[in-house]
């Protein structure tokens, strides 16, 4: 039977360990707030061509460049998991009183609360600083980001789970998270994709995220608004949640 | 059983003390009582294959509560998949394994986790925590209350001797601090089962002598200690039970005294003045001396025979060497024969008792130079 405590015990000593290091996180979160206002201009023009005449860029190039961080930030995850081998403690790890769902489930709260953390912050600098002001409901803004980094904390697991080394955990979070923030129109939007490129969008679930954000920035949607955004990117978390529990069991029995 | 441990304090002057002999003692009594509860670790006929490479080959072992037992064998013997087996992170393709009461059957069930503690080979520390945040960090993750790991904590500091670096980095400790802080996170729960694997490697002779001491507590403290390693004067400092691991099973198992006694006998060489080495029946010509082709029980006695023969009345003797039987002995009797079955060494006729100082120093050394 699980317990809480070990979970929490788990996940009390990943975030000390994050804490020791604080320099990659922090650079995850400056580098989006510093290169986002190079990005709004031509965001501005590609939003006036999308009929929002009054949009100023940032409903665009803010919440593209926190998605693209947060999938930047997968490396962070993906090393929680390798760092253990690196260091001999996964073997005593795995042969404490914690089970491996335990260790699993305390990794992901960290990483969870990690791509929360960031999200959170790249866009509250995009609000200070950018003039990112969102008009429609805040509470679906917050569901969105929360689903969003949950998803994004299982895309991290997920990888680590499937790959049998550090190296190619990196890479294939690296690619394959460059991959969907770009396809999901993070970096540039959708409407300037070639047409036979605009139905791929929707295959990655940072075009829902990035979808959503906007509508609630731009057209003032509420929580209901952007329900179908966020049961998307939650389907795709748990899509990722079965592939670590498949990765994670054909890695028990090797 | 007093004269049994006598017996080996005469072969060992100056080794054992008298609290190896009380401990030996409840060591042998339990031996004779041991029941299914009393049994830390039981395994029985355990296999284990990587590919077409066997590892195990039906390993059977029991140490009881209380106990260490210190597995021997050779770089790649098995001991440490073996650990690995008896901790829950290997399953063995067949037998059956039972560790503090816990059947290990493919399954890890989670009881097992918090009667056991392991140190593994390799040093496994975060190294940006503190000395103090590993092993409360640990102690939680074992399901400790944060005021009874810091308590806990503390004491192992203490017991460890680490009181001076437990707000010091793991990564900035000396090596000896590392192996002294890798072995306290093995017991941060107070397991009753012990897996120490290999845990002096590297340690400087303050952090192996804590180690020790420690050890030998624990396990007087009724936790069933399983300990690996190529130092053999630390199984004779601990008082170990041993259990030597060739070919992929144990092939004798057994305390100190009846593994040298089973595996190794005391000697002599003895040399001559101008290096005349006379033709003595029951000799033979060794280098510069002459030794006794068979294995001897009483090397004075052995030597008084010598020097009584006719053909040693005209020759001055130079120098005389004792060798006496210990572990290192017996253990590279077993690993030569291939199996450490005692009737094959006396019957294949190989005396079995060391070889002559010099090339007993040589081994020694190359063994130092791999292992320490």
């Given at each position: 039977m699980?317990?809480g405590?070990?979970?929490?015990a788990?996940?009390?000593?990943?975030?000390?360990?994050?804490?020791?290091?604080?320099?990659?996180?922090?650079l995850?979160?400056?580098?989006?707030?510093?290169l986002?206002?190079?990005?709004?201009?031509g965001?501005?023009?590609?939003?006036?061509?999308?009929?929002?005449?009054?949009?100023?860029?940032?409903?665009?190039?803010?919440?593209?460049?926190?998605?693209?961080?947060?999938?930047?930030?997968?490396?962070?995850?993906?090393?929680?998991?390798?760092?253990?081998?690196?260091?001999?403690?996964?073997?005593?790890?795995?042969?404490?009183?914690?089970?491996?769902?335990?260790?699993?489930?305390?990794?992901?709260?960290?990483?969870?609360?990690?791509?929360?953390?960031?999200?959170?912050?790249?866009l509250?600098?995009g609000?200070?600083?950018d003039?990112?002001?969102?008009d429609?409901?805040?509470?679906?803004?917050?569901?969105?980001?929360?689903?969003?980094?949950?998803?994004?904390?299982?895309?991290?697991?997920?990888?680590?789970?499937?790959?049998?080394?550090?190296?190619?955990?990196?890479?294939?979070?690296?690619l394959g998270?460059?991959?969907?923030?770009?396809?999901?129109?993070?970096?540039t939007?959708?409407?300037?994709?070639?047409?036979?490129?605009?139905?791929?969008?929707?295959?990655?679930?940072?075009?829902?995220?990035?979808?959503?954000?906007?509508?609630?920035?731009?057209?003032?949607?509420?929580?209901?608004d952007?329900?179908?955004?966020?049961g998307?990117i939650?389907g795709?978390?748990?899509?990722?949640?079965?592939?670590?529990?498949?990765?994670?069991?054909?890695?028990?029995?090797? | 059983?007093?004269?049994?441990?006598?017996?080996?304090?005469?072969?060992h002057?100056?080794?054992?003390?008298?609290?190896?002999?009380?401990?030996?003692?409840?060591n042998?009594?339990?031996?004779?009582?041991a029941?299914?509860?009393?049994?830390?670790?039981?395994?029985?006929?355990?296999?284990?294959?990587?590919?077409?490479?066997?590892?195990?080959?039906?390993?059977?072992?029991?140490?009881?509560y209380?106990?260490?037992?210190?597995l021997?064998?050779?770089?790649?013997?098995?001991?440490?998949?073996?650990?690995?087996?008896?901790?829950?992170?290997?399953?063995?393709?067949?037998?059956?394994?039972?560790?503090?009461?816990?059947?290990?059957?493919?399954?890890?069930?989670?009881?097992?986790?918090s009667?056991?503690g392991?140190a593994?080979?390799?040093?496994?520390?975060?190294?940006?925590?503190?000395?103090?945040?590993?092993?409360?960090?640990?102690?939680?993750?074992?399901?400790?209350?944060?005021?009874?790991?810091?308590?806990?904590a503390?004491?192992?500091?203490d017991m460890?001797?680490?009181g001076?670096?437990?707000?010091?980095?793991a990564?900035s400790?000396?090596?000896?601090?590392?192996?002294?802080?890798?072995?306290?996170?093995?017991?941060?729960?107070?397991?009753?089962v012990?897996?120490?694997?290999?845990?002096?490697?590297?340690?400087?002779?303050?952090?192996?002598?804590?180690?020790?001491?420690?050890?030998?507590?624990?396990?007087?403290?009724?936790?069933?200690?399983?300990?690996?390693?190529?130092?053999?004067?630390?199984?004779?400092?601990?008082?170990?039970?041993v259990?030597?691991?060739?070919?992929?099973?144990?092939?004798?198992?057994?305390?100190?005294?009846?593994?040298?006694?089973?595996?190794?006998?005391?000697?002599?060489?003895?040399s001559?003045?101008?290096?005349?080495?006379?033709?003595?029946?029951?000799?033979?010509?060794t280098?510069?001396?002459?030794?006794p082709?068979?294995?001897i029980?009483?090397?004075?006695r052995?030597?008084?025979?010598?020097?009584?023969?006719?053909?040693?009345?005209?020759?001055?003797?130079?120098d005389?060497?004792?060798?006496?039987?210990?572990?290192?002995?017996a253990?590279?009797?077993?690993?030569?024969?291939?199996?450490?079955?005692?009737?094959?060494?006396?019957?294949?006729g190989?005396?079995?008792?060391?070889?002559?100082?010099?090339?007993?120093?040589?081994?020694?050394?190359?063994?130092g130079?791999?292992?320490?």
């Amino acid at each position: 039977m699980m317990s809480g405590r070990r979970i929490f015990a788990v996940a009390r000593l990943n975030a000390l360990l994050q804490t020791q290091e604080p320099s990659v996180p922090v650079l995850m979160a400056v580098i989006p707030i510093v290169l986002t206002p190079f990005m709004i201009p031509g965001n501005r023009m590609t939003l006036v061509a999308e009929g929002y005449v009054h949009a100023t860029g940032a409903e665009q190039a803010v919440p593209g460049f926190a998605v693209l961080f947060s999938f930047f930030s997968v490396q962070l995850i993906v090393q929680m998991f390798f760092d253990e081998q690196q260091w001999g403690t996964w073997n005593r790890m795995r042969a404490s009183a914690a089970s491996m769902s335990e260790i699993v489930l305390g990794k992901v709260a960290v990483a969870f609360i990690m791509q929360l953390a960031q999200m959170v912050v790249v866009l509250a600098f995009g609000m200070l600083l950018d003039g990112y002001r969102p008009d429609g409901s805040m509470l679906a803004l917050i569901i969105v980001a929360t689903v969003f980094a949950l998803m994004v904390a299982m895309f991290g697991v997920a990888i680590a789970m499937w790959c049998g080394s550090e190296r190619t955990a990196l890479s294939a979070a690296m690619l394959g998270g460059v991959l969907m923030a770009c396809l999901g129109g993070s970096l540039t939007a959708v409407s300037t994709f070639p047409s036979w490129a605009r139905p791929l969008a929707r295959f990655s679930p940072a075009y829902w995220a990035v979808d959503a954000v906007k509508r609630i920035g731009l057209d003032r949607a509420g929580v209901a608004d952007v329900l179908p955004q966020i049961g998307v990117i939650g389907g795709f978390g748990a899509l990722f949640v079965v592939a670590s529990i498949i990765g994670f069991y054909r890695k028990s029995r090797s | 059983m007093i004269g049994r441990a006598a017996y080996v304090l005469d072969l060992h002057p100056g080794v054992y003390n008298a609290n190896f002999v009380i401990v030996n003692n409840v060591n042998l009594y339990s031996e004779t009582m041991a029941s299914a509860d009393d049994l830390a670790i039981q395994c029985s006929d355990v296999r284990k294959s990587y590919g077409s490479r066997c590892v195990l080959d039906g390993v059977n072992l029991q140490v009881r509560y209380g106990s260490i037992l210190a597995l021997l064998g050779r770089n790649g013997a098995g001991k440490s998949t073996l650990i690995s087996m008896l901790c829950g992170l290997l399953n063995p393709d067949s037998g059956s394994v039972r560790v503090a009461g816990v059947a290990l059957n493919g399954k890890r069930p989670n009881a097992l986790g918090s009667a056991i503690g392991l140190a593994p080979q390799d040093l496994g520390l975060y190294p940006q925590l503190t000395v103090m945040q590993n092993l409360m960090s640990m102690a939680m993750v074992q399901g400790l209350r944060p005021r009874n790991a810091r308590e806990r904590a503390e004491d192992l500091i203490d017991m460890f001797d680490l009181g001076k670096q437990s707000g010091q980095r793991a990564e900035s400790l000396s090596g000896g601090q590392k192996r002294r802080l890798h072995t306290a996170m093995a017991l941060v729960h107070s397991p009753r089962v012990l897996f120490l694997d290999e845990p002096t490697v590297g340690a400087d002779v303050e952090a192996r002598s804590s180690i020790l001491q420690v050890v030998r507590g624990i396990a007087d403290s009724s936790t069933a200690v399983l300990y690996t390693t190529h130092y053999m004067e630390e199984i004779e400092q601990l008082g170990a039970d041993v259990a030597f691991l060739d070919g992929g099973s144990i092939v004798d198992q057994g305390s100190i005294h009846d593994i040298i006694k089973r595996h190794a006998a005391p000697s002599i060489c003895v040399s001559f003045v101008g290096g005349l080495q006379p033709e003595v029946i029951g000799w033979v010509r060794t280098g510069d001396g002459l030794e006794p082709d068979r294995p001897i029980d009483d090397p004075g006695r052995t030597l008084a025979a010598l020097l009584s023969d006719q053909h040693c009345r005209d020759v001055q003797l130079k120098d005389v060497q004792v060798i006496h039987a210990n572990l290192e002995t017996a253990y590279r009797n077993i690993v030569r024969s291939g199996g450490g079955d005692s009737v094959a060494y006396i019957a294949s006729g190989n005396p079995g008792y060391p070889e002559r100082p010099e090339q007993s120093q040589a081994l020694s050394g190359i063994s130092g130079k791999e292992n320490r």
